[in-house]
């Protein structure tokens, strides 16, 4: 996984859409996603950011809570149209910051199963950008 996947928007989404049980089709359908799975896909994984009437639709679909509704908008500001890859070392320490305060509501929303899940994949992410920045990170 790249830095842009670790992004706290696609964390949001990732985690969110775990917590109610849906697929990545099933999430576009009830959000009336344009797209698709595929859109939505891309949005997760920070290929492509999502227009804030988008995040709207997803957090409703998802029942997600008004807080992490607001977590996500946020996460969309601050990821911004530039992109993961142009954000100041400020920015990804601020990034950093805020996916952490996300990843607490989170862990307090999801069941046993998918709170490990979740950090797995994570913890996965981690490793392989340390690897794709020579171990250092």
Do not use: F, N
């Not at 842009?4 to 985690?15: K, T």
């Not at 996460?75 to 990843?103: C, H, I, N, P, Y």
């Amino acid at each position: 996984m790249s830095e842009r996947e670790m992004d706290s928007l696609g964390v949001i989404l990732r985690a969110e859409r775990a917590r109610a049980g849906l697929s990545l089709e099933q999430l576009a359908r009830a959000a009336g996603i344009p797209g698709g799975r595929s859109t939505v896909h891309r949005w997760e994984v920070g290929d492509r950011c999502p227009p804030p009437w988008a995040v709207g639709r997803l957090m409703e679909a998802m029942g997600a809570s008004p807080e992490t509704g607001e977590l996500a908008r946020a996460a969309l500001e601050e990821r911004g149209r530039a992109g993961w890859a142009r954000m100041s070392d400020a920015a990804r320490r601020g990034a950093a910051t805020k996916a952490a305060r996300v990843q607490a509501i989170i862990d307090r929303r999801l069941t046993e199963e998918q709170r490990a899940a979740v950090h797995a994949a994570r913890a996965a992410a981690k490793d392989a950008a340390r690897g794709a920045d020579g171990g250092e990170g």
